[in-house]
């Protein structure tokens, strides 16, 4: 079955989100299939994390609409959207710090993901073995470093149970080996039916993990579509790298 | 909830604490009997403030405010025809049902402000007290059915009745802390947003703490009015209470089971050691006396890890001198 034939599982529709008088995202209009890996990206300042906020409920939209599942999720407050299958993970880490790591990763599966104490440390535990964090277990989660911390919030966010997983910069500040783990495990989640949204700078993990690249810029979306196509857009070059670079490449593909 | 071999420990030293306390009921005299009843209702006050300012970590200055709500529902309760029990009932309720309502309100503010806000309330129902003459007797005060029976017996009684409520009040913390509640309160101390982004109803928890909060310290000033049979704003309202009761789980370990017990009893038998050696300099020499404790152990005595400590101590003589070394080399 193609991936058209599907209905999608997460459906933005005209999004927007004003602080002040500027538009953060402006007129938003994306869909997600289940299954799929989609990388969300775009400069600085382009609105990524915004629209995270938005879908995860953690701002208010100002305008427009989020379909989950075909029904609206625009009202609904963080934590019933947590509970509904929407995980997020922070691009700032937010671990809960004094408490053990497997702790912190039990509260995902307790809340979102309804479980009973016991049956939560269990969870936890296969989570923690997953993203190769249980060696960890018992360490307060302040004590990660870095690139642990990163995965400690993937671990809990996976939890959580979740149908759609958003990954704010979860590879930000990794090393290339510690990257490519992180890739190997983005692919076999996706491989469970989950769809993960990787908002991402580095480029590598986009085109190395999504077939479908949407580009945000100045809160709008100027690309959507196949990652390789995406990329080679005048338009994504100009977002990235200004009109002068742009121009050039043009050029020198218009010489080719 | 879990029930391992560590609660289960937790439980058994508790119970034998409380059953030895109410065994000594027999032996106590009249003035023991009242030391030990107002050490366990500090003990139910400080249990009571470690649900929000403990294992929640919202610094909550509002514990008299709910004393005081209890004290007075008692009262007015008795003065409209309720038997003892049932005004008791009462005062319980009224603390939860303002608790409640004023906590919708104010647990949407954080750190400071909510502190802020929580000693308003004392303020704000000391006032109520004073001017609602018809209801609350005004600054005059209320008189409280005095208990029948003789001296002993009454003592007696208000001392096991005050026990009984401590060991409630500890219970609900073991059993809490073992549930999907308690986990969440610890996530919310260490953080909100967090909390709410793992799929927890951060608020409905919030208000449950405070909620439970208040209705403990309502029953606590309830049994304290019966016990004294004659309350007035001041008293029950008392703004000094509302400082201490933080300060005494602070010494004792915030967000822990046994600290707010063994928090208060140090504060008290500190505060009595102070007052009899250092009469001139005592509010001084007691408040010096408490930020050393908090600034050497601010986890509190049962929060602390104490073998890390000690080791740390241990080893720090064998630091100091290289360190010169460095320097002068």
């Not at chain 2, 967090?194 to 208000?207: E, T």
């Amino acid at each position: 079955m193609s991936v058209e034939m599907k209905t999608p599982i997460l459906e933005i529709r005209e999004a927007s989100r004003v602080f002040g008088g500027v538009n953060a995202v402006n007129s938003v209009s994306v869909s997600f299939m289940p299954g799929e890996i989609v990388g969300l990206i775009g400069p600085n300042g382009a609105g990524k994390t915004t629209l995270v906020n938005l879908i995860s409920g953690f701002l208010p939209l100002s305008s427009g609409d989020v379909l989950y599942s075909g029904k609206s999720i625009a009202n609904l407050k963080p934590h019933e959207i947590a509970r509904a299958g929407i995980a997020r993970t922070f691009q700032i880490v937010q671990p809960f710090s004094q408490m053990t790591v497997l702790e912190n990763v039990m509260a995902g599966a307790i809340y979102a993901g309804g479980l009973g104490m016991r049956a939560a440390r269990d969870k936890a535990v296969e989570c923690l073995e997953f993203t190769k964090l249980a060696s960890f277990m018992n360490s307060p989660a302040s004590e990660l470093a870095l690139a642990n911390r990163k995965r400690l919030e993937f671990a809990k966010s996976l939890a959580m149970n979740p149908r759609v997983l958003m990954l704010d910069e979860v590879n930000a500040g990794l090393n290339s080996s510690e990257i490519d783990e992180a890739i190997d495990m983005i692919r076999e989640i996706a491989a469970r039916g989950i769809t993960v949204i990787v908002i991402e700078h580095l480029m590598r993990v986009v085109t190395s993990l999504a077939k479908r690249a949407v580009v945000l810029h100045h809160g709008a979306v100027v690309a959507d579509g196949p990652t390789d196509v995406v990329f080679n857009d005048p338009r994504v070059i100009e977002a990235y790298l200004g009109n002068k670079f742009a121009s050039r490449v043009a050029s020198k593909k218009g010489a080719a | 909830m879990n029930f391992d071999l560590s609660s289960a420990m937790k439980l058994a030293i508790g119970s034998a604490v409380f059953a030895a306390g109410a065994l000594l009921a027999v032996t106590l005299d009249n003035y023991q009997l009242q030391v030990g009843t107002s050490l366990a209702m500090l003990c139910v006050l400080c249990w009571a403030w470690n649900f929000v300012g403990g294992y929640m970590g919202y610094p909550s200055l509002a514990t008299s405010a709910f004393f005081g709500i209890g004290a007075y529902a008692n009262a007015v309760a008795q003065l409209h025809g309720a038997s003892l029990s049932v005004a008791w009932m009462v005062a319980g309720l009224a603390g939860g049902v303002i608790a409640a309502l004023v906590g919708v309100p104010m647990l949407r503010l954080k750190g400071h402000y909510f502190a802020v806000g929580s000693i308003a309330m004392v303020e704000v129902g000391r006032e109520i007290a004073n001017n609602w003459d018809g209801l609350t007797g005004g600054a005059v005060g209320l008189n409280l059915p005095l208990m029948a029976g003789s001296p002993d017996y009454v003592s007696r009684f208000f001392y096991l009745a005050m026990l009984a409520l401590a060991f409630l009040s500890f219970a609900l913390t073991l059993f809490i802390e073992r549930t999907r509640f308690g986990f969440g309160l610890r996530c919310i101390r260490q953080n909100e947003d967090a909390a709410s982004m793992v799929g927890m109803d951060v608020f409905r928890y919030k208000v449950a703490a405070f909620v439970l909060s208040g209705v403990l310290c309502a029953m606590a000033g309830s049994i304290y009015a019966s016990m004294v049979a004659f309350i007035e704003p001041k008293d029950a309202f008392n703004i000094i209470t509302t400082i201490e009761i933080p300060v005494m789980v602070m010494l004792g370990g915030m967000g822990t089971l046994f600290g707010p017990m063994i928090g208060g009893v140090f504060y008290v038998v500190l505060k009595e050691f102070v007052w009899a050696n250092f009469i001139n300099w005592h509010s001084g020499i007691l408040g010096a006396i408490i930020v050393a404790v908090i600034y050497f152990i601010p986890a509190g005595v049962f929060g602390t890890k104490w073998s890390i400590l000690i080791s740390r101590l241990r080893r720090s003589p064998e630091r100091k001198p290289s360190k010169l070394a460095e320097i002068k080399g």
